[in-house]
């Protein structure tokens, strides 16, 4: 595929522009473009193993620079450690395997263990502290303009982790049978993700522009329970960054509760659950919360065509661009295996189908 051309700027610097308009709710040039590429994916790429990507630091910032020359300079370097850091943190043993991301085994078996919960130190704690080590050797070999922390390892959000340190049908039993043990847990991953944050931003030496992370875990609750044992500790965490884009991710099925995103103060909902009609999800918040997706990871990049993608991308930014506040990506993380061919095709479609203005009001974006 030929280099994109863009006179006196680069595609990346461009593209990270646009973001940042929609990201405002606002209508840029054109619709921009985030694949959502992770380890798994990229390590398939380079034909590297999973085990050597996560163990050494060289070999991470290897492939992720292949992958971010390969794909115009979208891929942002960062510490990944898929979901091993934070649970790690909290004593959980990992099983690695060789060429798949690494399984975590839940820490807190018995009230024995729950007693002994508190928040990890994340200078010294698991894999956070190789993540911090991580994030500085990527910084002193491509710069810090090229790494961002504020994505940090395996991004992910208190419900996310206290069902990885608890197990996953165990904290649910917890909150149907045992609340209480529900809440104690959360409240401590709640800290901890705070924490997590604020220690990223003394290791990068900067305040984030962003705060990132997922929950894919409270799809599976209904609104009532969502309301209880979600909502107010995703709240927690953004609360205690006000003044920044608040990013939130997750591809369990959450189209019961999606008028709560607001009142979570999400700012921009990445990469949801691939199933739902987008432009039900735009008609629903689209005002309230920019949207970032959805084309599906399976259905579409991994089995269809570039023709097929670029289709379906066309179809998604008709249905979710008009107005502002929207990114193309997909629903979830990209999987292995994608052909290369697709990701570009999805690149291509940003550029060939979402030129502003479109159908519907222009409007500037509504918030600096």
């Known amino acids: 595929m030929s280099k994109l051309s863009h006179g006196s700027k680069s595609f990346k610097e461009l593209n990270d522009e646009r973001i940042k308009t929609a990201e405002r709710l606002g209508c840029p040039d054109q619709v921009p473009v985030s694949p959502s590429m992770l380890g798994h994916f990229l390590t398939g790429l380079a034909n590297v193993k999973m085990i050597a990507y996560l163990n050494d630091p060289k070999v991470m910032c290897d492939v992720q620079m292949f992958a971010r020359k390969k794909f115009f300079g979208l891929v942002t370097l960062f510490p990944d450690y898929c979901v091993i850091a934070e649970p790690s943190a909290f004593g959980c043993k990992i099983k690695w395997l060789e060429d798949n991301p690494p399984l975590v085994t839940p820490a807190i078996m018995s009230p024995e263990h729950l007693n002994k919960l508190n928040v990890p130190d994340c200078y010294h704690d698991g894999y956070l502290p190789a993540a911090i080590s ?139 659950y691939p199933e739902v009609d987008i432009g039900l999800v735009k008609k629903r918040i689209g005002d309230k919360v920019c949207l970032m997706g959805n084309i599906d990871p399976l259905k579409i990049l991994l089995r269809g065509t570039p023709e097929i993608v670029e289709k379906e991308c066309k179809a998604q930014i008709e249905k979710a661009a008009a107005g502002g506040g929207y990114i193309v990506s997909s629903g979830g993380e990209t999987p292995r295996g994608v052909p290369e061919e697709n990701i570009f095709a999805m690149i291509r479609a940003a550029e060939k189908h979402g030129k502003y203005p479109m159908k519907g009001n222009y409007y500037a974006p509504r918030r600096s």
Not at 154 to 178: H, T, V
Not at 234 to 249: C, D, G, M, T
């Open 134 to 272: 991580t994030y500085r050797y990527m910084e002193e070999r491509a710069g810090p303009e090229c790494v961002d922390f504020s994505f940090g390892t395996g991004n992910l959000g208190p419900f996310d982790i206290a069902c990885l340190i608890r197990g996953q049908s165990q904290l649910f039993a917890d909150i149907k049978l045992r609340p209480e043990v529900a809440h104690q847990i959360l409240d401590t991953t709640t800290k901890m993700v705070i924490e997590w944050i604020k220690v990223r931003q003394e290791v990068a030496r900067q305040e984030f522009r962003r705060i990132s992370f997922g929950d894919d875990f409270p799809g599976y609750l209904g609104p009532k329970l969502f309301k209880e044992f979600a909502l107010p500790y995703i709240k927690r965490v953004f609360e205690a960054f006000p003044n920044r884009f608040h990013w939130w991710h997750s591809d369990g099925d959450t189209t019961s509760v999606l008028e709560l995103l607001p009142e979570m103060h999400v700012d921009v909902f990445v990469c949801f």
